[in-house]
């Protein structure tokens, strides 16, 4: 266990919920039981979007700005992914500095890929948020918030009511930064793990909204792999 971190999580959370949580996580990694929290955060209907900040562009990524960008091994893109995802007809979200990608967001109204082979399906109306990151040295600036506010039109044009997200439960940052971009809790899926099978679970108001995990039948290509994720940046 990093001492430091602990530390760093205790002074921000206190000693009790930071040492719930890891031993939560440690617990859930053993069971191979994982717990998310799905939430939710609805969509401004009058939509007005404030200036990115300062030397930040943001715009809807193409395939090829997303081929071109994922030689940068900062970006953590993978080709594969990129062009099945957006075959698929995803939106991919991203911010630039001069000629360099620096954060990027995707979002889909179909499904996306999870964990360990499963993959998440957004119910009507609704589009689910993933693979979000924001380059270390431009965290702490709201790129990611200005990338959410250019996805977040792009929704509510296609008719969606709000953006869905899964969180681990054990994870404290996340938390927060759900928090301070609007999103509530409306309850919790998951899976277990059971000699090499996966068996998912959702509470009533999950199972309502139409949120599945599921394992597809096709095989996935093995670069389909959720990518390191940021949520803190605002």
Known sequence: MNMNSLRRDAAHWGWMRTLFSRG???LQAWAGLHVFRVQVRPLPLHFIAPDP???ITVCVLQVEQLLEASVDPELDLDPEFIRITLAQGDLVCGAYEGNRLVGYAW???VAAPFYNGLWVKAGHRYHYTYRTF???SHRGRQVHAAILR?????SLQEGCAAEIDLMPIHNLASRGAAKSLGRTGVGYAGYLSVFGSSISFRTSQVKD????IFKPHARIPLGLVPARSYRGDG
Do not use: Y
């Open 209 to 212: 909204m139409g949120v599945v």
């Open 24 to 26: 939560l996580g440690r």
């Open 134 to 136: 924001v380059l270390p």
């Open 150 to 154: 250019l996805a977040d039109r792009h």
């Open 53 to 55: 900040p300062d030397g």
């Open 107 to 109: 979002r889909t109204s």
